[in-house]
C-alpha cells in the first residue's frame, strides 16, 4: 500500500519568514541542486516552482522532492507563459512576508536568504535585494550589479556595453545599484503586491530591470549585499534556443525603452533606434554562432 502523499498545512508565519518562487523550463540538469540549497536554509517556509512546459525531466525531479517535503509545490504549465508570468503566478501562492525570485541554476548557501532579511531589516527605504553572482570557477558576473540601459547610449555608444556594469564598490557592504541580476532577486511581498509584479508582457529578459525600476520608482532603494555570493550557471535552459532567446532579449529591450526612455526622445530619433535594435539582432545571432564554433574542440584526425 503507497504511502499518503505530504499534504501542505499552513504554519503561523513569522516576521523572517521566506517564500521562494523557482521558474523552470528544461531544467533536469541543476533543479535539483538549486531546490536542495532553497530547502537547507533555514526560514525558508515555501518553495514553489512554476515549470513552463518543459519536456526533459524537470517536472519528475520536483515532484519527487515534493513527496518528501511538504514546504516544495509544483505547477506545470501547460505551455510556456513566459519568465515574467510564471514568476507572478508562483507568487499567489507565497503568503510569507518576504519572496525571493531564483533560477532553476543558481545555487544559494544556506545563510544567503537569512542575511537578506537581516540587510533588508536594518535599513530603511531598504526594497529590492540582490546579491553577487559568481560562475562554478569562482569568476564574477559583472550584471550583479547594473545600471539602468539606454537604446540611445548604447546607439551613440555604437553597442558598448561595459558601461552597464556599474562594479562593486569595495568600501561598501552594502551598495545602491539601479539593478540586480535576475537570477535572485529578493524583496518584501507587500512591496512586490503594491507595484504590480513583474510586467507580463516581456517574455524573457528586460523584466529584471523593469522591476527594478519600478521598485525605485516607488522611493525605495535596489541594493547588492556585496559579501554574499550566490553560483548562477547561467542560462542552462535558453541553450536549446539560442535564436529564440536573442529575439526575445530585443523584444524586451524595446518594450524598456517604450515604457522609460521614449517620452524622453524626440519622435525623429525613435524610429532610428528601433531600426538600430532590430538590424542588430542578426550580428549578434552571427557573433553567438561564431563563438559556439570556436568554442568545439578540434576534430581528430
Keep these: 500500500m503507497n504511502a499518503p502523499a505530504a499534504t501542505w498545512e499552513a504554519p503561523d508565519f513569522g516576521a ?3 517564500g521562494v518562487v523557482v521558474v523552470t523550463h528544461a ?10 540549497s532553497l530547502l537547507a ?42 519568465f515574467a508570468a510564471a514568476c507572478n503566478q508562483g507568487a499567489t501562492a507565497i503568503a510569507q ?3 525571493a525570485f531564483v533560477n532553476p541554476d543558481a545555487f544559494v548557501e544556506r545563510d544567503t536568504l537569512v542575511r537578506l532579511v537581516d540587510v533588508a531589516m536594518a535599513r530603511a527605504g531598504a526594497g529590492l ?17 547594473r545600471s539602468d540601459p539606454s537604446l540611445r547610449e548604447q546607439l551613440f555608444s555604437l553597442g558598448r556595453r561595459d558601461n552597464l556594469f556599474l562594479g562593486r564598490d569595495p568600501g561598501l557592504a552594502v551598495q545602491p545599484v539601479d539593478a540586480v541580476s535576475g537570477a535572485l532577486m529578493f524583496l518584501p511581498s507587500v512591496l512586490f503586491v503594491r507595484i504590480g509584479g513583474f510586467d507580463e508582457a516581456y517574455r524573457l529578459h528586460a523584466e529584471d530591470l523593469d522591476l527594478c525600476r519600478r521598485v525605485r520608482q516607488a522611493g ?7 559579501d554574499l555570493v550566490v553560483t548562477h550557471l547561467r542560462g542552462v ?3 536549446r534556443r539560442p535564436a529564440w532567446v536573442e529575439w526575445q532579449k530585443h523584444r524586451g529591450m524595446w518594450r524598456y525603452f517604450r515604457k522609460f526612455e521614449a517620452t524622453d526622445t524626440p519622435a525623429w530619433l525613435q524610429p532610428l533606434l528601433f531600426v538600430a535594435l532590430w538590424l542588430h539582432l542578426p550580428l549578434a545571432l552571427a ?3 561564431w563563438r559556439r564554433r570556436a568554442a568545439r574542440p578540434p576534430a581528430a584526425h
Design 129 to 145: 535585494l540582490g546579491v553577487e553572482h559568481r560562475d562554478e570557477t569562482g569568476e564574477p558576473d559583472p550584471a550583479s550589479r
Design 41 to 82: 536554509t533555514r526560514d525558508v517556509m515555501r518553495v514553489m516552482v512554476v515549470d513552463n512546459a518543459s519536456t526533459d525531466d524537470t517536472c519528475a525531479i520536483v515532484a519527487r522532492l515534493a513527496a518528501r517535503d511538504p514546504r516544495l509545490g509544483l505547477v506545470r504549465n501547460p505551455e510556456n507563459r513566459g
Design 287 to 289: 557573433g553567438q554562432a
Design 97 to 99: 512576508p518576504w519572496i
Design 16 to 18: 523572517r519568514d521566506i
Design 237 to 239: 535552459s535558453s541553450r
Design 27 to 36: 531544467s533536469a540538469s541543476t533543479i535539483e541542486r538549486c531546490l536542495a
Design 220 to 226: 525605495y532603494e535596489v541594493l547588492v549585499a556585496n
